[in-house]
């Protein structure tokens, strides 16, 4: 059985007569890479330090508050966006927007080392322009993303959910109802039966009262959604 021969790839910088002058660890790498991890961690401590979250038990903040303040639930409300859109007869597409589109952006993202490979890719250099397109494509996708998290985002009044959601409001307020299953599978099926609490559920086939669209709705509109 012949064997199959590999190709080697000869990189002239391992040449000897050794020690070359290769990237050295210290100073240089360390002292860049540490300006740039405390560069990256000092733009959400600044954030957290202006825009500080109400704490206060005896004022909570009120149901409008938090608008346009950001928030880590604006990446939630851009991925379920589907769900508030496509109602009646285009739930069809929801799987599509969900669960296949996103799939198929992990799987294109694992399989860029296979389709973009190169052969000899040694020594290569990639010309100004080429570099320049690249670099443009790649901001153009990732302030696509950022607008659109922010554009699904801005509007929610997340900062307000403990003005009710506090044991202050009632008993049990601040934690779900303890016979919560048994409610939704009796009491909420027959209210949804007659005709009753249908936000959310703009092709009044009767879907569950807190679906996904009713979330986002509650998260947007706290007063007019509960």
Excluded at 5 to 27: A, G, L
Excluded at 133 to 159: E, F, N, P, Q, Y
């Amino acid at each position: 059985m012949a064997t199959k021969e590999r190709e080697v790839i000869h990189d002239p910088k391992y040449d000897p007569p050794y020690p070359q002058s290769f990237y050295s660890f210290w100073p240089k790498h360390a002292i860049r890479a540490s300006i740039a991890v405390i560069l990256l961690w000092s733009i959400p401590f600044v954030l957290a330090y202006y825009y500080q979250v109400p704490t206060d038990p005896a004022m909570p903040p009120l149901p409008d508050d938090g608008m346009n303040i950001p928030a880590p639930e604006w990446y939630l409300f851009f991925i379920f966006r589907p769900f508030w859109y496509l109602v009646g007869e285009n739930k069809k597409w929801i799987p599509l927007f969900t669960f296949w589109l996103p799939l198929g952006v992990i799987a294109f993202l694992c399989l860029v080392p296979l389709i973009f490979k190169r052969k000899n890719a040694v020594g290569v250099q990639i010309g100004l322009g080429k570099k320049a397109l690249l670099a443009l494509i790649i901001w153009a996708v990732w302030a696509g993303i950022i607008s659109s998290v922010v554009v699904s985002g801005r509007h929610a009044k997340t900062m307000g959910c403990t003005s009710c959601h506090n044991p202050m409001m009632g008993v049990r307020q601040a934690l779900p109802p303890p016979n919560m299953a048994d409610f939704y599978r009796h009491e909420r099926a027959q209210q949804i039966q007659v005709g009753k609490y249908r936000i959310g559920d703009q092709d009044r086939t009767g879907a569950s009262y807190k679906d996904a669209n009713w979330q986002l709705r509650h998260f947007y509109e706290p007063t007019m959604t509960w």
